[in-house]
Structures are given as C-alpha cells and as structure tokens.
C-alpha cells in the first residue's frame, strides 16, 4: 500500500524538517521525504494521495505515561478504546502503566497486555513494569524478565516507592538493563488522606491539603539516589515551582534525569476545585499561577523534557461521590494536544518544540525508534489542521473516562488524519 502526503507543513525535530513538502508511505514504513526544494523521486502511482495543504504533518505523538486500566479495569478503559482515544488525540504510541489488575509486576501480565494490544490496539502500546512487587514497595519485581518480555520503562506509578534502598536498588538495576525509573514523587506521609493543593483554598473548602513539599522531598531524594547510582531517573507528572527548581538545579550538576509534566498543571490551577468539582481531582493536585509560571519557565528552557498526559479514566459512578471519596486523575488524552497548542499560541514553546516534548524526546527517554519521520521508521504520522477549533464535550470522547475539568473549553488544532499500525484514520 503506497501513500503520499502532498505540500503539507511538516515538522520532524528529529532531522531539522520545518517547510513544506511531501511524504511517500510504502507498506506502513515512510520510504521518502521531500520539502519544497526537492522532489519525491517516485511520481509514482499512490494508492491513495492526501492533500495536506494548510495542514502540520508531524511524526506520530507517544505519550509515555497512560493509564489503559487493562487487565482488571476494563470498566474505566480496556486498550481498545483507550489506544482509539490517543489516536484521536493524535498519539500512535502510549507507554501504559502497571497499576492494573494483576499489577504488570512480572513477565506474564506484560505478555497479556502486548498480545491483546497486538490484536486490539488501535496504536503501539509499549508496557511500563511494576518497580516492586504488586506496588507495594516491599519487594523488587521481575525487572529483568519483563525487561525481556517488552517493558520499556519500570514504574510504581500512582504510588511512591517510599523505601529509599529499595528505589537505590531500582535505579542500579536500570543501568544494567537500560531503562528509565519513573518516579512518582510523593511523601505519603505528607499527603497521605490529602485531597488537593494545601493552601488557603483548601482550608476554605475544607478539604484536607497536599503540600508542595510532599512531591519536592521526593523529587530530592531521587535526584540524590540518581546522583548516587548513576540510574536513569525520570521524574514523573511535575506540579510544583519546587520540583522544577530542584531538576534545574540537578540538569546543571549533571544527574541522570529527565522529567515530564502534564497539561493540566499549566492549564488550570487549584481554583477548579472550587465547587467540588471531582473532575479537578488529580494526583499531584493541581497547584497555583506561581507554579503554572514555573511549570511553563521549565518546559521553556528544558528542565522539563516531556509533555505526557497521565490519562486516568474513571467510571463516572466513582467520580460523582464526594470530594474525598472520588479517585484522582483526568481523561487526557483527548485534549492534550489541544491544550499543549497553547503554549505555542502564548510563545511559550515554538511548534518544533513542542513535537519534540510529545514526540521526539519521550523516544530518545525509552530507546525506541519513533517520535520521528526518518525513512525506514514505522509510518506513525499525524496531520493537524491548526485552523479547527472544538468544544471538548464528554459525549464524543472516544475514552470511557468522561473525567475531564476541560469540559466546554474550545481549543483551537486538531488531529484530521492519524496514521497508525498502517491504518488511516480520518477524524471530523
Ligand atoms: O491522578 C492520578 N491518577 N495520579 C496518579 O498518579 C494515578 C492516576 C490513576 O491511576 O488514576
């Protein structure tokens, strides 16, 4: 099957691409790319030819922090519809995490959620393995088997590993099997029974607060055990000043460490809480202008690598009980592109940069060979038509999770065609 993407904008970071110019697609594999001052050598007869002028067409975004909720939660998301989300959302690759049910703690639970992606996954899903066994923090869980099985990173994420030897241990392991840890960097004794930001709102509302602190004596104490070891390091969804400050500081210094944030923490601040709105409910909580300033100063000047979603769909039976009952998280993938322009529109970031936060840098993190548009990679290419504004309603996410505090915002660019596993998918 042979495609061309004709006189579109394309951007590839990965080899310093941004003009216009075409792209020949030959059995799911990009053969050819030509800008304006070259021609594609094929005239060639294309089984189907796409017009893209007016249009980005950019490598295929990975989103290296997912909740597919597969096996085990299938109620709040299965790989089906979770990968057809991101797809929409103009990702071809989600990294999912181990908080499942069994938790993808040993080789066997990888090897379930590769297979089932292989035959359903409307996208490449990459499995992140357990850091300890079932998550708790007490026990190192197969890393070398699950290694082997597929897993491309190994995190507890939605839980802190508290134990500091046990993390030590993580991250030695990481450099023998050539892995990032990600670390979701929370203090529990600090949090525990938290529910948002602590701070004047929190007493307000009456909701019991997660200081700043919980995430940043965290995000030191994997900054130290990086330096320690020499591990791969990558801190997970970032939401405070603190945190940023603290990774800066460490770039400098020259720890192994990469970071990621989320479109929610420089979209909207803890003010959405206000009205006990569940959807707003998220873990980190969402913090303040000062740290949306931080957050966005960091993605600016590179302290933070990644811009990820942290999709995590929940029934919304289980988001409609009370604040401190509902689980935490939001349904992003569907928005995240959409909000991430926004940085682009405000001149935080240029379009380049921001391919690379969603593209290109969560591919050199894990090692794999995507995120780009070089000849010979998989097609995986999204074309985004900057001129389409949408309303982001609930009723037409493609995700089971309805858990967004974005509900009603326009946001202005969106996916029109995504290429994934050789598919061609054409959204209205
Ligand atoms: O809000 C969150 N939801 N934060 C996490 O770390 C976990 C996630 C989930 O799995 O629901």
């Known amino acids: 099957?042979?495609?061309?993407?004709?006189?579109?904008?394309?951007?590839?970071?990965?080899?310093?691409?941004?003009?216009?110019?075409?792209?020949?697609?030959?059995?799911?594999?990009?053969?050819?790319?030509?800008?304006?001052?070259?021609?594609?050598?094929?005239?060639?007869?294309?089984?189907?030819?796409?017009?893209?002028?007016?249009?980005?067409?950019?490598?295929?975004?990975?989103?290296?922090?997912?909740?597919?909720?597969?096996?085990?939660?299938?109620?709040?998301?299965?790989?089906?519809?979770?990968?057809?989300?991101?797809?929409?959302?103009?990702?071809?690759?989600?990294?999912?995490?181990?908080?499942?049910?069994?938790?993808?703690?040993?080789?066997?639970?990888?090897?379930?959620?590769?297979?089932?992606?292989?035959?359903?996954?409307?996208?490449?899903?990459?499995?992140?393995?357990?850091?300890?066994?079932?998550?708790?923090?007490e026990e190192l869980a197969e890393i070398g088997t699950m290694r082997n099985e597929g897993c491309i990173a190994f995190s507890d994420d939605g839980r802190p590993v508290m134990n500091s030897l046990m993390m030590r241990r993580a991250l030695e392991y990481s450099k023998a099997f050539n892995v990032p840890i990600i670390s979701h960097c929370e203090d529990l004794t600090l949090s525990e029974d938290g529910v948002m930001n602590e701070g004047l709102l929190s007493v307000t509302l009456g909701l019991k607060g997660i200081p700043s602190e919980a995430e940043e004596i965290m995000v030191y104490r994997d900054l130290s055990l990086s330096k320690l070891t020499g591990g791969r390091l990558h801190i997970a969804h970032v939401s405070t000043e603190g945190s940023v400050k603290l990774i800066r500081d460490a770039k400098k210094r020259g720890v192994n460490v990469t970071a990621e944030t989320c479109p929610h923490y420089f979209s909207i601040t803890e003010d959405a809480v206000t009205g006990y709105d569940t959807n707003a409910k998220v873990n980190p909580p969402l913090r303040t202008e000062r740290d949306i300033k931080a957050i966005k100063e960091g993605l600016q000047d590179g302290t933070i690598d990644v811009i990820a979603t942290d999709h995590a769909p929940h029934h919304m039976d289980e988001k409609l009980q009370e604040f401190d009952k509902s689980p935490s998280g939001i349904s992003g993938l569907e928005t995240a592109l959409g909000l991430s322009l926004r940085l682009v529109e405000g001149g935080i970031l240029t379009m380049g940069q921001l391919i690379e936060k969603m593209a290109l840098n969560p591919a050199r993190i894990l090692g794999i060979k995507r995120g780009t548009l070089q000849t010979d990679t998989n097609a995986d290419v999204v074309l985004l038509d900057m001129n389409r504004e949408f309303t982001v309603e609930v009723d037409r996410f493609l995700s089971k999770g309805k858990n967004t505090p974005f509900r009603g915002w326009i946001l202005k660019g969106m996916p029109v065609i995504t290429i994934s596993k050789g598919r061609i998918y054409e959204w209205q």
């Open 1 to 137: 099957m042979k495609i061309i993407i004709k006189n579109g904008h394309i951007i590839d970071p990965s080899q310093g691409i941004d003009g216009v110019g075409d792209i020949l697609i030959e059995d799911g594999k990009i053969k050819e790319i030509s800008t304006q001052h070259s021609a594609l050598s094929t005239s060639s007869s294309a089984h189907r030819t796409i017009d893209a002028i007016g249009l980005y067409v950019l490598p295929g975004l990975i989103d290296m922090h997912t909740h597919l909720r597969d096996p085990g939660f299938e109620y709040k998301e299965t790989i089906k519809t979770g990968t057809k989300a991101a797809v929409k959302g103009g990702f071809t690759t989600v990294c999912c995490m181990p908080n499942t049910y069994p938790v993808n703690d040993n080789a066997s639970v990888t090897e379930f959620i590769i297979r089932k992606a292989a035959q359903e996954g409307h996208c490449t899903v990459l499995p992140i393995g357990a850091i300890t066994k079932g998550q708790k923090g």
